[in-house]
């Protein structure tokens, strides 16, 4: 599987569990550190720990293991690392202050659905 296709399973994932404006930005070329962020935010503490479990498990199904994640069950930003896929799980509020859409608008933004499956 590709990165895209990896990303096109955890947006599915995220959604299957109501995340809120889930968002694939496309930093290739302008960072080493992933090639593409998916950040989405969740309208409580239950949902975001539901959010996460979700995308971990379909990803770890498909093949790809996580490296690394920040935070825990309190967390209000979970960051979960695959390499090249790097996912933000935020609150709402937590999502606004950070605004890495803003940050990262450098990059592409990617409409994830119109995505070709090949």
């Known amino acids: 599987m590709t990165s895209l296709e990896y990303c096109k399973l955890a947006v ?4 299957d569990r109501k ?4 968002t694939v930005i496309d930093i290739q070329g302008i960072s ?6 998916i950040v989405a935010n969740g ?6 720990l539901a959010m996460q479990d979700a995308a971990q498990e379909a990803l770890y199904k ?6 690394q994640i920040e935070g825990n069950k ?7 690392d695959y390499g090249d896929i790097i996912l933000h799980i935020f609150s709402k509020e937590d999502r606004l202050f950070y605004d890495l859409e803003r940050i990262w608008r450098d990059g592409k933004m990617i409409d994830i659905h119109a995505v070709d499956e090949k």
């Open 12 to 15: 599915e994932a995220l959604e």
């Open 74 to 80: 309190n967390s209000t930003w979970i960051l979960m």
């Open 32 to 37: 080493p550190i992933a090639d593409y962020f």
């Open 43 to 48: 309208s409580n503490q239950n949902q975001i």
């Open 19 to 22: 995340a809120e404006d889930v």
């Open 62 to 67: 498909a093949g790809l293991k996580t490296r």
